[in-house]
């Protein structure tokens, strides 16, 4: 399977010359870091395994690009996550198994076959039907792939997944089958039942139990951002930047007074949220 250099893009020595920004010059670049002779000493003793955690990484760097609409550096990130799928390609093309151009070829027909809509006759009469369409069409590829194995409507949810990832696709494809709660309503009540039952394990002490019951809330806040529509990790990184926007006003503001904000008691601390939260509610 290995690919010879391209003559657009032509490796020489330790450099690189007359290298030409397409993906063949891209993929060549990711030979002569992995070359164990004359490549990138720490590329060339990666595995799977190491670069995996790199991957995951990159792609939660995309996200939070775009969330914060840099894009200049979207740019940089997606270039980086391109680089994730360029690495575990070459190595993979290194082990025999497959290359950077099957992974192409077998996207373009995944995204060719889910898409009779566009690349055929099929005709949705609405978005919610082209989703249930979508989900059948994913779970026909499951069957196709394992005819003998788990027949679970839960079969194939990757479990190296982040687990509010995992929780929402595991509530996702229960609903496939009816297992759903009919709205967000009472959603809301189990929120406000397990709140309580969480309750109780504060009290009580016992701290499986307390896991447990706090997995519990968690599960629920996940299956109530599902039926608001709301990606989870979205909400949070949303929340996540409003409370250290407002923390570090806080500590802008103490400074200005000539204060730590360390040294101040908890009600003080207090007033200079409450102060913030005014702040931005009158911009």
Same mark, same amino acid.
């Given at each position: 399977? +290995?690919? #010879?250099?391209?003559?657009?893009?032509?490796?020489?020595?330790?450099?690189?010359?007359?290298?030409?920004?397409?993906?063949? $010059?891209?993929?060549?670049?990711?030979?002569?870091? =992995?070359?164990?002779?004359?490549?990138?000493?720490? &590329?060339?003793?990666?595995?799977?395994?190491?670069?995996?955690?790199?991957?995951?990484?990159?792609?939660?760097?995309? *996200?939070?690009?775009?969330?914060?609409?840099?894009?200049?550096?979207?740019?940089?990130?997606?270039?980086?996550?391109?680089?994730? /799928? /360029?690495?575990?390609? =070459?190595?993979?093309?290194?082990?025999?198994?497959?290359?950077?151009?099957?992974?192409?070829? @077998?996207? $373009?027909? !995944?995204?060719?076959?889910?898409?009779?809509?566009?690349?055929?006759?099929?005709?949705?009469?609405?978005?919610?039907?082209? $989703?249930? %369409?979508?989900?059948?069409?994913?779970?026909?590829?499951? %069957?196709?792939?394992?005819?003998?194995? &788990?027949? $679970?409507?839960?079969?194939?949810?990757?479990?190296?997944?982040?687990?509010?990832?995992?929780?929402?696709?595991?509530?996702?494809? @229960? @609903?496939?089958?009816?297992?759903?709660?009919?709205?967000?309503? #009472?959603?809301?009540?189990?929120? /406000?039942?397990?709140?309580?039952?969480?309750?109780?394990?504060?009290?009580?002490?016992?701290?499986?139990?307390?896991?447990?019951?706090?997995?519990?809330?968690?599960?629920?806040?996940? +299956?109530?951002?599902?039926?608001? !529509?709301?990606?989870?990790?979205?909400?949070?990184?949303? %929340?996540?930047?409003?409370?250290?926007?407002?923390?570090?006003?806080?500590?802008?503001?103490?400074?200005?007074?000539?204060?730590?904000?360390?040294?101040?008691?908890?009600?003080?601390?207090? *007033?200079?949220?409450? =102060? /913030? !939260? %005014?702040?931005?509610?009158?911009?």
């Amino acid at each position: 399977m +290995n690919q #010879p250099f391209p003559p657009k893009g032509r490796l020489v020595g330790k450099g690189v010359e007359s290298i030409r920004p397409d993906i063949e $010059s891209l993929l060549a670049i990711m030979v002569r870091l =992995r070359d164990r002779e004359h490549g990138c000493p720490w &590329d060339a003793k990666q595995d799977f395994d190491s670069i995996a955690p790199y991957t995951i990484e990159e792609a939660y760097e995309v *996200a939070d690009a775009i969330q914060r609409r840099d894009f200049e550096e979207l740019r940089d990130e997606l270039g980086d996550l391109l680089f994730q /799928v /360029v690495f575990h390609a =070459r190595m993979a093309e290194e082990a025999g198994h497959f290359d950077f151009h099957d992974v192409v070829a @077998a996207l $373009s027909d !995944k995204l060719t076959r889910r898409h009779p809509h566009v690349f055929g006759d099929v005709r949705y009469a609405n978005v919610e039907e082209q $989703s249930r %369409a979508w989900a059948a069409l994913k779970a026909q590829e499951r %069957a196709g792939k394992q005819p003998d194995g &788990d027949p $679970s409507a839960l079969a194939g949810i990757a479990r190296g997944l982040p687990e509010w990832r995992r929780a929402l696709q595991l509530q996702e494809r @229960a @609903a496939t089958v009816g297992f759903d709660w009919p709205g967000p309503q #009472p959603v809301l009540d189990k929120l /406000v039942e397990e709140i309580g039952e969480l309750r109780v394990e504060f009290a009580q002490g016992d701290r499986d139990k307390l896991e447990d019951e706090l997995g519990d809330v968690l599960f629920v806040l996940v +299956n109530l951002a599902r039926h608001a !529509k709301v990606d989870p990790a979205h909400a949070l990184r949303r %929340a996540n930047a409003k409370f250290e926007r407002r923390f570090r006003r806080m500590e802008t503001l103490a400074g200005e007074a000539g204060e730590n904000l360390q040294g101040q008691s908890l009600d003080e601390q207090d *007033a200079l949220w409450d =102060r /913030v !939260k %005014a702040e931005e509610r009158r911009r």
